[in-house]
């Protein structure tokens, strides 16, 4: 499973992710997938998971991209479906009701692999909006709409260990989204280093912002 990285304040959001895709026997396929969708200039979708339940979100948003390979269904996505006409509140409400779904049919032990992680970035009502459904519960978390925010999903260091805590830092910073782009890559090479050069993330980091109409970016 890959990292998604987003922060949120008052100005901006910020979006990171590594590239890494993972096959089932953990061996690695491919280390440059989008893990980040611009659904518009005003909206980005992060999806952290294994593709087939990936393809079952971006299909709930009208995205089919059929023919691509699992590996590339972001960025097939991204390349044909993309821009679409729909807004923060309108996606956060259908990615809720789907993910519930998944959950109700989906058996209780196998829901931390097959219920994908979720963020959806963006502007609601004109203001910098964040959440995130995290695994296994599907259970959207909803940002405050003032002030700084931040949310990860994905792998990250062991609970309670002092790694999960200097990489939380590192995430944190100054809590601001200015300048962000340089602590989230820190942040995603800190995962990297921590699993190592077989691990679930890598150093390639993209890079999406709000003001910036969320452009893909990749870090140096």
């Known amino acids: 499973m890959s990292l998604i990285v987003a922060v949120r304040d008052d100005q901006d959001v910020v979006m990171a992710c590594d590239g890494r895709v993972l096959a089932s026997d953990e061996s690695v396929i491919a280390d440059d997938s989008l893990k980040t969708l611009a659904l518009n200039q005003d909206l980005c979708l992060g999806l952290a ?47 809720s009701d789907v993910l519930r779904w998944m959950v109700r049919r989906t058996p209780r032990h196998a829901r931390s692999v ?81 699993f190592g050069t077989t691990g679930p993330v890598n150093e390639i980091v993209f890079l999406r912002r709000l003001s910036q109409g969320f452009e893909l970016m990749q870090a140096e």
């Open 49 to 95: 998971g294994r593709s087939d339940s990936m393809s079952q979100i971006l299909g709930s948003l009208g995205l089919k991209c059929r023919g691509a390979h699992p590996v590339d269904i972001m960025r097939a996505c991204q390349e044909v479906g993309c821009p679409i006409d729909v807004g923060y509140r309108d996606v956060r409400n259908e990615l």
């Open 114 to 194: 097959l219920i994908p992680a979720v963020v959806l970035g963006g502007s609601s009502r004109g203001r910098p909006a964040l959440c995130e459904w995290s695994r296994p519960t599907g259970t959207v978390t909803q940002a405050p709409p003032w002030g700084y925010s931040e949310t990860v999903v994905g792998s990250m260091p062991n609970k309670g260990s002092r790694e999960l805590l200097e990489f939380e830092l590192i995430v944190r910073g100054e809590r601001t989204t200015h300048v962000a782009e340089r602590r989230l890559t820190r942040a995603v090479r800190f995962c990297s280093h921590y």
